[in-house]
Every structure is written in structure tokens, then in C-alpha cells.
């Protein structure tokens, strides 16, 4: 991978982002996407910002290999941190980690997303985190697409600010209100296995000591497996 050629996962996360877009994106080791989506004319400025020097040291060089220091600014800060309002972000962009850590960093900095149209999120796992943050602070989810890249299946969320109140039920905050919809056979797969792991860790705790931590994942496994099963109704996955 590189600035010419993202992977195939980083390449569908470009693809949301919105034509002429002030692009901030959080966690941006390489900076690849930043650079590739001013190459490609998809953003007219960037932030990069990254939390571990090393990364933040290796984007700053990318994008001065690039020739894009005028458009892309690397900024060494925790989350939306290296976001400052002069900076008039339009989207944001998070990816490659996992879903709890991008509702954290959404939740920690969200007075600084004023004036973004639209934020483009790439959990690895845990989605869940990012549906439930979207409802509790007014985002509505305009497009998810899965995909598999060696092997691995990732989902991309996509988020615009509404003043509507938005409502997900506790199947469409597990797989996704337009993942649900379509049901394609990547989102099968990705399901099968997950029941195949939960199915196997539920096995294990019958046979552990019941403590009240316990009983609370057993609860956890058991209505995942219950939503599963309805989901799959018709397809025993
Ligand atoms: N976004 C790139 C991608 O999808 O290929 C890089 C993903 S890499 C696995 C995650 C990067 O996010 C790491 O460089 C890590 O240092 C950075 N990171 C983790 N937590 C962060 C935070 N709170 N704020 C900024 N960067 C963070």
C-alpha cells in the first residue's frame, strides 16, 4: 500500500468521502489517505493527525515526499484533538481501529466536529460502539458497506448530522440498519463466524464458576445468539 495505491478497505473509505472535502483523518500513520485523496482531487485540504510520534513521524515524511505540505497539515495530538476550528473540517476520517476506541475519540472531542457534514469510519470491530454513539448524539447512518481484504472483513460506516431523533433497534445496532437491509454474503460470512466464536465461548462459560461477571457475558452471548438466530431464520448460519 501506498499513497498511489490504497488498499482495497482504505480505497472504499475514500470513496465517501465527499467531493471537495476539508478531510481530517484521525490515527493517519502513513498519512496514505490524505495523500491519495489530494492526489486524486477528493479533498482540497487535510489535517493528519496521529498520537504516537513514530506514526506522526512517518506521515510528516510521507507528505513531504509527496509534495503536499501546502495542503496536508501533520498534527501530533490525541484524537479530534488535531482538529482546530480554523481548520474548517468538513469530513472526518477514522480508521483501522477498533470500534470502542472510535466512539471514545467521536464522544471525547465532539464539540470540535461543528461544521463537519460527514464522518467516514472504519471499525475493525465492534461497530456496535459507533451505531449507539451516532443515536445518542445525533448522527444517522447514510451508507455501510462490508468488504473483505485477506481474508479480514471490515465494515465502513457513514455518518451525516441530523436534527431528527434517531432510533435503532437492537438488531440494526448489532449488524447495521443498511448491512441488515441488503444481507450480502460477505455480511453472512462475517456473522457465521462471529456465531461460531460465540457460540464456542458460551460453551466455556457453562463449564466456569458463576460470578456475577460471568452471568452478565453468558446474558451478552445469549441474546447476540437469540438476534443471530433471527436474523438467519431461514439460513441456520
Ligand atoms: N488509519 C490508518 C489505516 O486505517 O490504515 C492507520 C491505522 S493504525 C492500525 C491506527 C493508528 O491510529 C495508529 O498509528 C495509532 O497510533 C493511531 N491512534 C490510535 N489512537 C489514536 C488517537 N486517540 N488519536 C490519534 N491517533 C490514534
Not at 489535517?47 to 512517518?58: D, F, Q
Not at 480508521?95 to 457534514?117: D, F, H, P
Not at 464456542?200 to 458463576?210: D, H, P
Request: glycine share 6%; with cysteine; charged share 30%.
Amino acid at each position: 500500500m501506498n499513497a498511489q495505491q490504497l488498499s482495497v478497505r482504505l480505497m472504499k473509505v475514500a470513496e465517501h468521502v465527499q467531493p471537495g472535502a476539508v478531510v481530517a483523518d484521525i490515527g493517519s500513520d502513513h498519512a496514505y489517505l490524505p495523500c491519495y485523496l489530494l492526489h486524486n482531487g477528493s479533498a482540497s485540504r487535510a489535517v493528519a493527525g496521529e498520537i504516537v510520534k513514530g506514526p506522526y513521524e512517518s506521515a510528516k515524511k510521507q507528505v513531504r515526499e509527496e509534495g503536499l505540505e501546502g495542503k496536508i497539515t501533520v498534527r501530533l495530538a490525541p484524537g479530534l484533538e488535531a482538529v482546530e476550528p480554523e481548520d474548517g473540517i468538513t469530513a472526518v476520517t477514522i480508521a483501522g481501529m477498533g470500534g470502542s476506541l472510535i466512539a471514545s475519540i467521536l464522544e471525547e472531542g465532539k464539540s470540535r466536529l461543528t461544521g463537519v457534514e460527514r464522518l467516514i469510519l472504519q471499525p475493525n470491530v465492534h461497530a456496535q460502539a459507533i451505531r449507539l454513539w451516532a443515536v445518542q448524539n445525533g448522527w444517522r447512518i447514510v451508507a455501510e458497506d462490508i468488504l473483505k481484504e485477506k481474508d479480514k472483513i471490515y465494515e465502513i460506516l457513514v455518518l451525516e448530522p441530523t436534527a431528527e431523533e434517531v432510533q435503532l433497534d437492537a438488531k440494526q445496532l448489532l449488524f447495521g440498519p443498511k448491512l441488515l437491509q441488503d444481507q450480502n454474503d460477505i455480511f453472512k460470512e462475517k456473522w457465521k463466524r462471529e456465531a461460531t466464536q460465540w457460540k464456542a465461548i458460551a460453551e466455556r462459560l457453562e463449564n466456569t464458576e458463576e460470578t456475577e461477571d460471568i452471568r452478565t457475558k453468558k446474558e451478552q452471548l445469549l441474546e447476540k445468539i437469540a438476534l443471530m438466530e433471527e436474523v438467519f431464520a431461514d439460513e441456520n448460519p
